[in-house]
């Protein structure tokens, strides 16, 4: 049996380092994901180790895999169970992707895909681009728990541009999201895609993407990147949270 084991905080660094070591464990005939010592986690951490997750299910063809530690009344456990992150890696506990439809102050796992797309296209004969704009809208919204155009804007802008290089670029028909306001008042958002995406388009090097996220995050003191995918973190100016 092989344990691997969750980071006590799921931040960036963490979750490229966990992601990285994943592959060690590929081949072992059972493989336990021990999530005792988790304690903290960021959107980004959190998207990122899960899609490594689910890469790594579907490469042992959801064999041997086993999951412990999840604990009830850990604050941690107990998030990432309401946001949808266990059952979007495969795990069966908490809640379904889409169930809950977000707070305050988080914005749970919430996947949006082309076929969706399309069917709203369909129903509105507007176009991709006012279609993911309207969606936009509303995710910022709710993350802002506002209808101030000066809240919303930033953050509706952000999603905009990161999600139509999904569609338009990253070759895949789906992307995954979810998002955290800060005390401070900014609200860090994650996105990722797991299709051709820009680390792809970078260099197809794991490596040199994590590196490329290192040095992002260094100079913005946000986060960027993804498992494929994007992660950036838009500021909303204190003056103007709610």
């Given at each position: 049996?092989?344990?691997?084991p969750l980071p006590p ?78 059952q979007w890696i495969g ?19 919430t996947t949006l895909t ?129």
């Open positions: 049996m092989s344990t691997i905080s799921l931040d960036a660094h963490a979750a490229l380092d966990f992601a990285a070591g994943l592959s060690a464990h590929v081949f072992a005939p059972v493989a336990v994901v021990d999530f005792a010592a988790l304690r903290s986690i960021e959107p980004f951490g959190l998207l990122y180790a899960g899609a490594a997750l689910r890469a790594f299910f579907r490469e042992r063809e959801f064999r041997g895999i086993a999951a412990k530690g999840v604990r009830a009344g850990e604050p941690a456990h107990e998030y990432l169970a309401h946001i949808g992150f266990f795990i069966a506990v908490g809640n379904t992707p889409g169930t809950v439809a977000g707070g305050a102050s988080w914005l749970p796992i082309r076929a969706e797309l399309d069917r709203r296209i369909a129903e509105t004969g507007k176009p991709l681009g006012s279609v993911i704009h309207q969606e936009c809208d509303r995710l910022a919204r709710l993350v802002t728990q506002s209808n101030q155009l000066k809240v919303t804007a930033p953050l509706a802008y952000c999603l905009r541009e990161v999600i139509r290089n999904v569609f338009e670029h990253a070759e895949t028909d789906c992307c995954v999201l979810c998002a955290q306001k800060t005390a401070d008042g900014s609200v860090e958002l994650a996105v990722i895609d797991q299709g051709r995406g820009i680390r792809r388009s970078l260099e197809e090097s794991l490596s040199l993407f994590s590196s490329i996220v290192e040095k992002g995050m260094k100079h913005s003191h946000g986060h960027a990147g993804g498992h494929g995918g994007e992660a950036i973190k838009p500021f909303i100016n204190k003056a103007e949270k709610v």
